[in-house]
């Protein structure tokens, strides 16, 4: 039987089949090429280019680093010492002490001792607030005294001394928002592989966008902005009542296409040492869930569209292969390998290079695996914190 014999004897049900997955096919071949690749590829060009030459001067900006820090005693004596020898002349460190009752306040002061660059300050143990996370950032938003606030966490180092200086060129193009990303200090055996995982594909996608000149949200750990932009909307004052969103959902408030960055250079890395089990991962990645729904604009349905595709896609190629099989046709199980394997190539050699931003290792054969598993996963980590919460209350 020749091909074109075979299809003309199609069913419509088949025929819908075929059209329906070469349509999820599309989409998702869209998603990656034209989205899910411009990490990596800005990451590139920026490591050849360089923004700021040699031969012009270039005027540091004041820049103040704000962390906010409940019970990180070890976390601060081991991590802050990355901050405060950064290689940047102007720079100060704000450490907001969020009602610790360990040895937070002593170690402060001991590296106080020898570095003039770091303030830090207290929310007292007792004091009773709604959101003890947004006072304590506010707080130290007040404290500083550059307009340049770069925000991280105590369980996070920089992984350069230019960090700063990564930030300063970004703001001094005029930007008042830059958004990097968080690697994880974490083991790299198939248990921890699907964090890993999870981490880089949640950062492609709201790094992508921000490139895509439609930036939504960022992350605590590494990120910027101009605090008369922080004042000018008048804070946290829209999200006091809810419980997270103090990195994600102020961002989302307050990022335009025109004043937004995005930094992925080496020398503007972090990495965080917060995750060593499956279960703080799920606290975190929850966090950001939770806040998801209070997120304004089209990004986030755009973001899911990807989803439903992704798994209409892997559906309708086991039934196109089922099908084929029932059918004893080569060439219904034949359109079905073909595009599984294009896309499957194609998705590979993208999330590896992006890997590289995020020091993930590869993914070969686990690939398809995490593909299916992550959304479903986040699924539960929401259900999960939503009845803690509950349990809670």
């Excluded at 946290?236 to 408030?253: H, P, V």
């Excluded at 937004?260 to 917060?274: E, F, G, Q, R, W």
């Excluded at 755009?302 to 896609?313: K, T």
């Excluded at 070969?364 to 299916?372: A, G």
Aim: hydrophobic share 45%; glycine share 4%.
């Amino acid at each position: 039987m020749s091909i074109v014999s075979f299809f003309y004897k199609l069913s419509v049900s088949e025929w819908i089949i075929i059209a329906l997955f070469l349509l999820f096919f599309v989409i998702q071949m869209l998603y990656y090429l034209l989205l899910f690749r411009k990490p990596y590829k800005y990451a590139i060009s920026n490591g050849v280019k360089n923004d700021v030459k040699s031969d012009e001067p270039f005027k540091f900006p004041g820049i103040s680093i704000i962390i906010t820090a409940k019970n990180e005693a070890e976390n601060l004596e081991k991590n802050l010492p990355y901050i405060l020898n950064q290689d940047y002349p102007n720079f100060q460190v704000v450490v907001v002490n969020n009602g610790s009752t360990d040895e937070t306040e002593i170690v402060l002061n001991a590296l106080a001792q020898n570095h003039s660059n770091i303030y830090h300050t207290y929310i007292p143990t007792e004091s009773e607030v709604i959101n003890h996370k947004k006072l304590a950032l506010t707080l130290g938003i007040k404290a500083a005294k550059h307009d340049i606030l770069l925000f991280t966490e105590p369980d996070t180092k920089p992984l350069s001394k230019k960090w700063v200086y990564e930030y300063a060129k970004e703001f001094a193009k005029g930007k008042e928002v830059v958004l990097g990303c968080c690697q994880l200090e974490l083991e790299k055996n198939l248990s921890k592989k699907l964090i890993h995982f999870d981490n880089l594909f949640f950062g492609i996608k709201y790094l992508s966008m921000a490139l895509s000149n439609k930036p939504y949200m960022g992350i605590g750990r590494n990120m910027a902005y101009k605090k008369e932009l922080f004042f000018q909307n008048k804070g946290f004052s829209s999200i006091l009542n809810i419980e997270y969103g103090e990195d994600n959902l102020f961002i989302n408030k307050v990022v335009t296409k025109k004043n937004t960055s995005v930094v992925l250079s080496p020398d503007s890395m972090v990495a965080s040492n917060v995750v060593d089990r499956i279960s703080i991962w799920r606290t975190i990645k929850a966090q950001y869930l939770i806040t998801r729904k209070h997120l304004k604009g089209f990004k986030t349905r755009l973001l899911d569209i990807e989803i439903f595709s992704r798994y209409g896609f892997y559906l309708l190629f086991a039934l196109l292969t089922l099908t084929g099989i029932l059918q004893s046709s080569i060439v219904l199980i034949g359109i079905a390998v073909l595009f599984y394997f294009l896309r499957y190539f194609t998705q590979m050699v993208i999330i590896n290079k992006n890997s590289k931003l995020f020091n993930t290792g590869k993914f070969y054969f686990s690939l398809p695996l995490f593909d299916l598993i992550t959304p479903i996963m986040n699924h539960q980590f929401l259900r999960y914190e939503k009845q803690r919460n509950m349990k809670q209350r």
